[in-house]
């Protein structure tokens, strides 16, 4: 591979990463109008029913009550859960509640005092203790819930916008081992781009880390795109691996901004993600014909096989979800 190529490659994924900003200001606009184009060609046999039936009918009232694109909304109602509402609580929690209490049981007690240290020891790991397990734990499982249908509304949307009705080649219960042994390869993958930051070479262990990360979000980017055009899990894979310069390019920017404590970063990255769905959806990756394989995902894919093999009684997986594609 010439190594301009491959940065050319990534420097137009990574921006690409960004397209998704530009689309979501006029994506909802275009989709609307074209529902409402669409509705109004239909006005004449509208207009032969009942005085009744047209106004239960009129394009306009289906447009609002079906079809209006939601996508901005949609993006806005993620920063407005996981940023104003969780990550702002945690923050007011751990700098300005728990200072509060500290400096107020300084006052009283006085400074340095033996015996508002040793309330403080006490008061704030059950504050902690409590904070977290009343409001951090539900939040965060109720917002990763409620996510992945904002998730998928937007991928479907965009979708719409950019390519019109998904693509589905496959039943759903191919659709369903399909979507599962991914989810299985994505959070093996993920351990595995932790284990590899652990190599006693200075600097390799955190490349290699970074690039699995890049990686995988870009996955998760593009996998709703994806399934909806019909393409299975080693075909998306194989696609990743073999034009992987564009895709580190792509995954780099989401990467970057969520290098923090696992809650935070989690907070970041959902609410900044309907953009990269935008984006995928809008890219085209840059394909280099003389790019050498990155084989990250096979080891991951290879333990996922053994451990489904284990868990459904020793059959095979179906060869067209679990099996490592040939090149």
């Known amino acids: 591979m ?3 190529d491959g940065l050319c490659a990534a420097f137009r994924g990574f921006c690409d990463s960004f397209r998704g900003l530009k689309t979501l200001v006029y994506m909802d606009r275009e989709l609307n109008e074209r529902t409402r184009s669409r509705l109004a060609q239909g006005n004449q046999n509208i207009r032969r029913r009942s005085s009744s039936e047209r106004e239960n009918h009129s394009p306009i009232r289906a447009l609002k009550a079906h079809e209006e694109s939601k996508v901005l909304t949609r993006t806005m109602h993620c920063c407005l859960l996981n940023f104003c509402i969780f990550l702002c609580s945690i923050i007011c929690f751990e700098y300005i509640l728990l200072p509060t ?3 107020l049981l300084e006052y009283i007690f006085g400074n340095k005092s033996l015996v508002g240290n040793l309330i403080w020891s006490w008061i704030k790991p059950c504050l902690s203790w409590l904070f977290k397990t009343l409001w951090v734990l539900p939040l965060f499982v109720l917002s990763k819930l409620i996510n992945s249908l904002w998730f998928q509304d937007i991928a479907d949307t965009a979708f719409r916008y950019r390519r019109g009705r998904p693509q589905f080649t496959h039943s759903i219960s191919k659709s369903i081992s ?10 093996l993958f993920l351990v595995q781009g932790m284990i590899v930051e652990y190599i006693p070479i200075y600097g390799v262990g955190y490349v290699l880390s970074l690039v699995h990360m890049c990686l995988l979000y870009s996955l998760y980017s593009f996998e709703y795109k994806w399934f909806n055009m019909g393409w299975e899990l080693h075909h998306r894979l194989d696609f990743i691996e ?3 310069p564009y895709f580190i390019g792509f995954g780099l920017p989401l990467t970057l901004i969520t290098q923090f404590s696992y809650i935070i970063s989690a907070c970041i990255f959902s609410t900044t993600f309907p953009i990269f769905i935008i984006s995928a959806n809008e890219a085209n990756p840059v394909t280099i014909q003389s790019v050498y394989p990155l084989h990250l995902f096979s080891p991951s894919v290879k333990v996922s096989n053994i451990l489904l093999r284990k868990t459904i009684g020793g059959k095979k997986p179906p060869p067209n979800v679990a099996a490592t594609p040939k090149r």
Do not use: E
Request: glycine share 0%; charged share 15%; proline share 0%.
């Open 2 to 4: 010439d190594l301009k």
């Open 178 to 187: 399909d979507t599962i042994f991914s989810i299985l390869v994505q959070i």
């Open 101 to 103: 209490i500290n400096t």
């Open 242 to 244: 073999m034009n992987w």
